[in-house]
Each structure stands twice: as C-alpha cells, then as structure tokens.
C-alpha cells in the first residue's frame, strides 16, 4: 500500500470571486492544506483566512514565501500581477499554479516559466478537466477518429455573471483584449485538441449590450494550424439569461468524427436556481487536486508550458487581428522568437503533452 | 399555360436523379423528357441517357438545348439543367433566350461573370431563373419565423455548420469528378456548399455579406486533394449594420449527425438565441449497431419544398422567392470567399452587379 502523503502546504494569492472557489475547492481535498491567504485588503485576506483553519492572512506575499511549508502557490489574482507573484514564488521555490491567462505577454510568460524551472509551473486551463472536454480528447488521442484536423467549438454563455465585467476585464491594457481574457479557454482547447501549432488567425467580434465598450463581449477566431488544420471558434458571453451555457465542439478526424454539446444534457429546470451541465461539474476540484500531484512529483503537468505558450501566443494573435481587421500570423506576435534557454525551458512536460485526465 | 407544367431536363448528370423523382411526384407535373448536347462527352450523353430510362420518360441528343420541346416533340414549359456545374450558365441562358422558364441546378454559374450575364439575360428575356437552394428547409423557416416574430431581439451573429460524408462520396455523388475536377465543379467544395450557408445569412437577416475570411484546406478526403481542390473551409462573413456570421463546412469522413449531410444553424440575438438543425426532429433506435438515428434527409426535404413552390409560381404565373438575383448574391461571396483564400486576407463582395434583393 502506498503510504498516504502529507499535505501539501498553499499559499493562496487573490480574494476575488474565483480565488474564493479555489479556496472552496481546496478545502475539500485532504491533500491540501492552506496556510496563507494573501490579499491586498487585510481584512478581506483575514475573511478568507477564516473559511480554512489554521490558515493565516497577510498583504505581503513575500511573508509567505518566507514560510518553508508553505510549498506551493496559487495565484488567483487579476493577469497584470500574474507574472509579479509567480516570478517572485518560482524564485523563492515554490511550485506556481497561475489562473489564466497566465500572462500578458510572451515575454512575461517566458519570464514566469524561468523562475519556476527548479520547480513547476501550472496554468489554470480548468476546462481541459471538464468531463465531457477529458473524455473528448482522450477518445482522440486514443486515435478513435484518426487524426483530428478540424474543430468547431461554439461556446455561448449567459451575460450576467459574478465578477465578470471588473473595470480592468474591460481595458485591453490590462486584460489582454477579450480573446485573451476568456478567450485563452478556447484557444487552448483548439491546440490541445488538433495536437498542432496555430499559425495564422483571424478574428472578428460584437458588442451586444455596450457598443462602446474597448472589448466585444463576444468574437469568433478562425485559425489555421502549422500542418494546415483548421478551426472555428466562437466565443460569447452575452446569451440573456443569467446560468445559460451552450456549448457545442466537434472535432472531425481523418477517420471519424466526435462531437458534445450540452443542448443534450437535461438537468435542473428551476425558476429558484441554474446549475451547470453535468459535462463542465466538478473541473475545478479535479485541476486542483491534478496540481497537488504535479507538486508531489506524482503527475507530470497536463498542461505544459509549451502549450500555454502557444495558446498565449494564439491569443494575442487574435487580438491583433480584432484590432487591424486582417488576418494575422502568429509568429508576428511581439516575443514569438525566443532564445535557446527559453525554449528548452519551455519544453518542460512536453513529453505529456498526449496527457489526459482519467 | 396548361394547369400541368411540362418539365424537361437539360443535361441530367448531376443531382437529376433526384429532382426527376421529386417532380415526378408532384401532381401538378409531367416530366416529358431529357435532352443532352450531341457535343457532350460520351459519359456525359451516357449518363443522360440513364437518367431518362430510370425516369422512364424520352431522350434526345441535340446540337443546341434551345430546340428541347422539338425534340421530344412535346410542349415544354420549364426545363430543369442539371448539367455538370461549369456548363449551367451557358445552358439557362440559351433557354431563356429561346423563350424557356427555367430551373437551374446549384452553384447557378462557376463564375461571378458568368452569373452577371446570366442575371442581364433573364431580366431581358423577362423569363424566369430559378435556382436550386435550401432556403426552403424547415429548420430554417422555423428560425425566420422566430426572427420575424422578434422572439431573439436584434440578430448580432449566426454560426452555420454544413458537412457531406466523404464516406459515401461514392454513392452520395454521381461522379466524384463532379464536384472534384474544376472544369467540371468549377471548384472545391467551397463552391459547392457555402452558397447553402450564404444563403441562410441572407434569409435569416435580410442582410448581405459585405466582407468574407476564409480558411481552406484538403484534410480529408484523396480525391480532393489529388485535384487539387479543398474538401473544407471555415469561413467569416461580416454582414451589412455589422452582424456577423460564421461558417464551417466540409466534405469530411464522418458528418456529426444522423443523415449523410448534416446542417445546422446557432442565431444570436439581443434578447435571445435559437438553433435550429436540419437533423431535427429526430428518433433514436437501439440495436447491435448501437444508438443510429432516424431522421429525414434534410437536403431532399429543402429541395422538394423548393421544388414545389417554383412549379406553383409557374404555373400562377408568378416568380419563385428565390432566383438568378439571389443565386448571384449569393455567388459573389462565394467569389469572395476564392479571393480571400488567394490574397490571404479578407475580401470585399463584389455586389456592384447585383439588384437590390428584398
């Protein structure tokens, strides 16, 4: 028998709305164990201290960092202070898990994955642990469909929801532009399902409620791999309905074809209360307790850093192309053209990259 | 103008089979025959020829199609040209010349320029063009109607997917050549399919697509890519007042649904979205091949609709709701679409030519 692990030590950057649902999800894993929440707002650091015992608050990460149990840190905060707090934890070494985006920049992501090299750099990527997403991809990798070499993914979610529309969401400086922000989800998906590198997109978007807005609440990227797969990729977050989600992938093989969509998963009909479609429950519980193993040294990353790049990288790409209404080249996007070290940096977990989630 | 219409068939290498069944059956018709053009290549008059015996109704080779109710000596009314697509344009326009309505076959012409002379003779001839489409779909008539009914608020964006199964290439197609050999197809099947989806845009919205991306690729299928042509697309349309549309399309493997061709439409709207799927309704069956499906033939079903209704506007001497106007319409940003493709950017829609449509 395996002898049981000893909890691993996490310290939690962030108390906004999904830092809390990490904090919950954490709190149901034996594995974890939770001892410092930082915050910019003691008092509110303090509230969410109190919802794990024995954990502590502080506005000072580097207190944390200071505390040698403390292993591991989530950084659950807005993008522009990811790559501060992940650089600072990976040089204090710590193992990192950094919501998404996990940067701004290419160079600011290459920057987070060199300081985390003598330990492990997770991104947030918590749709890949979605279980109809997990079953998706494994029955490809599994060759079930051959090689994949189109996808479709629609992707319609409610507009009203919590903490979604901070001012800084909605200033491209700071969010990265729509297709950044949320759109690193897709992006994401669409590499890791065609198992290729983007090379050229284009991108288009709408405003539904607020033609004014800098940012569209909803865009399409069409893209176009290194081998010449193709893609379309709709992103909206404007449907009426507060809790509506539709999302619809297919992915069409040389030799078969998958598709989900979760018009076809019945579930909970209520004027009091939404819930969400069997297919998308549970995937945060699932990444965090995959993270607690890659910081055990149990699991090697199912999101590598090579992939987040490339996602990244795809990203920015589209917002370029929103931008200049043309159709843009990956390659084109500021830091694309790295150095020697970056690169085998970068590499790490690459071998896993076939990985799924059981 | 007699109370049956008097069909005949030009040409009866493509998709004739069908519409001769489908004409067949409507009680308002009599199919008097097939002609073919003495100068056809022999498997070209041979496959006429084997359209008119399956049929069961007369066959003739002339040296030009306008002579067709000569021919077989009998009044004719309408003439159906269901010819390879790169002879269509030339042979309405010498039946309209000749004093001939006519229905002619999808795409109507393989070139912008051919549509525009086909569009100036029809309207000086004053005879009718009718042009094979899938407007008549009862999924789509069911999202007009709640577009109409103002049910989804202002249309922003629609999403249409079209695939074909390669596997049944063989079968589904007289002759792969048809729609893989330019001089005969004109194209790939970005010619052969995005009219369906340009169509639906326009029907949907009353708007034209003014500016088209468009991402082609032979993934799939050899006969395609020995040809030289692309067996898929993902393609953007920007529409007039900036409503957007995307499409996917393709000639691939394995089509998502229960039927050899599946389509389907996601509209968003400001105050609400629909779907509506040609698969649908619907009935699951159980056996040793596990879950198949029970649906209707969705492109049978378009078609005889449309079919229908051209031989009750005919025969009131009115004029089909969609004709040469709409089918040249929709041709120009098929031609876009080629231009994209070849320019690597996004294409402006030639409408220069093109009457206003309603």
């Known amino acids: 028998m395996t002898p049981p692990h000893d909890p691993v030590g996490i310290t939690l950057v962030g108390t906004g709305a999904f830092a809390r649902e990490h904090l919950t999800a954490l709190a149901t894993l034996p594995g974890a164990d939770v001892r410092w ?82 330990t492990s750099l997770v991104v947030g990527q918590t749709v890949r642990f979605q279980p109809a997403v997990a079953a998706l991809a494994a029955a490809s990798r599994r060759g079930e469909i051959g090689t994949p070499r189109l996808a479709h993914v629609s992707w319609y979610t409610g507009h009203a929801w919590p903490g979604g529309w901070r001012g800084w969401q909605l200033d491209p400086e700071l969010s990265g532009g729509h297709p950044v922000h949320n759109g690193t989800h897709i992006m994401d998906l669409a590499t890791w399902l065609l198992d290729d590198e983007p090379a050229e ?109 490339a996602a990244l990288a795809t990203a920015l790409a589209a917002q370029r192309s929103l931008l200049s209404g043309r159709r843009e080249r990956v390659r084109d996007v500021p830091g694309y053209d790295r150095g020697a070290d970056d690169r085998g940096a970068d590499d790490r977990g690459a071998a896993v990259g076939a990985a799924v989630v059981a | 103008m007699s109370v049956v219409l008097r069909v005949a068939v030009a040409s009866a290498v493509r998709h004739a089979a069908d519409y001769l069944r489908l004409l067949a059956a409507d009680e308002r018709v009599e199919v008097v025959g097939v002609v073919e053009e003495s100068s056809a290549p022999a498997w070209v008059r041979e496959d006429s020829r084997a359209a008119a015996d399956h049929a069961g109704v007369r066959y003739a080779e002339v040296d030009d199609v306008a002579s067709v109710a000569r021919a077989l000596d009998a009044p004719v009314d309408l003439v159906a040209v269901c010819a390879e697509p790169t002879r269509h344009a030339r042979l309405a326009a010498t039946l309209l010349e000749a004093g001939h309505d006519v229905l002619v076959d999808k795409p109507v012409a393989t070139t912008l320029a051919d549509a525009d002379r086909l569009a100036e003779v029809a309207a000086r001839t004053g005879r009718t063009c009718a042009v094979v489409n ?8 069911r999202l007009r109607a709640w577009v109409d009914a103002g049910h989804v608020g202002l249309p922003r964006h629609l999403d249409l997917e079209l695939f074909a199964s390669g596997a049944h290439l063989a079968t589904s197609v007289e002759r792969p050549e048809l729609v893989v050999d330019p001089a005969l197809s004109g194209g790939g099947e970005l010619l052969n399919f995005l009219g369906y989806c340009a169509d639906a845009a326009h029907y949907l919205t009353g708007l034209r697509a003014v500016e088209v991306h468009a991402f082609v690729g032979s993934l799939f299928l050899e006969p395609h890519r020995a040809a030289g042509v692309e067996d898929t697309a993902v393609v953007t349309l920007e529409l007039e007042r900036g409503v957007t549309a995307t499409i996917t399309l393709g000639r691939v493997p394995y089509a998502p649904g229960g039927t050899a061709t599946t389509s389907s439409v996601r509209l968003l709207g400001s105050h609400g979205h629909a779907v509506g799927d040609d698969d649908v309704p619907a009935v699951a069956r159980f056996g040793p091949a596990g879950r198949t499906t029970i649906a209707a033939d969705a492109g049978q079903v378009a078609a005889q609709a449309y079919l229908r209704h051209v031989v009750g506007a005919v025969l009131a001497g009115g004029r089909p709701d969609y004709g040469i106007e709409e089918a040249r319409a929709t041709l120009a940003v098929i031609d876009a679409a080629y231009r994209s493709v070849e320019t690597g950017d996004v294409a402006v829609v030639r409408h220069e030519h093109t009457k206003e449509i309603v």
């Open chain 1, 37 to 118: 929440v930082v915050g910019h707002d003691l008092r509110r650091a303090r509230d969410f201290a109190a919802l794990t015992p024995g954990a502590r608050a502080t506005t000072d990460l580097a207190e944390a960092l200071a505390d040698d149990r403390a292993v591991a840190v989530d950084v659950v905060t807005a993008t522009p202070t990811h790559a501060r707090d992940t650089v600072a934890a990976g040089e204090a070494g710590r193992h990192v898990q950094v919501e998404k985006p996990a940067a701004l920049s290419l160079p600011q992501l290459d920057a987070m994955v060199r300081a985390t090299h003598g």
């Open chain 1, 201 to 309: 997109v284009f991108a288009r978007g709408f405003r539904t409620f607020s033609p004014d807005m800098d940012s569209p609440d909803s865009f399409h990227v069409q893209l176009r791999t290194a081998s010449g797969a193709l893609a379309t990729l709709e992103l909206c977050y404007a449907l009426q309905r507060r809790g509506d989600l539709l999302r619809r992938v297919v992915l069409v093989g040389t030799e078969g074809t998958l598709a989900h969509t979760t018009a076809e998963e019945d579930g909970l009909h209520s004027d009091a209360a939404t819930a969400p479609p069997p297919s998308v429950d549970g995937a945060l519980r699932t990444q965090l307790a995959h993270w607690l193993d890659v910081v055990r040294g149990d699991a090697a990353p199912l999101v590598t850093t090579a992939q987040v790049r």
């Open chain 2, 134 to 141: 899938r407007t008549h779909a009862p999924a789509l008539r």
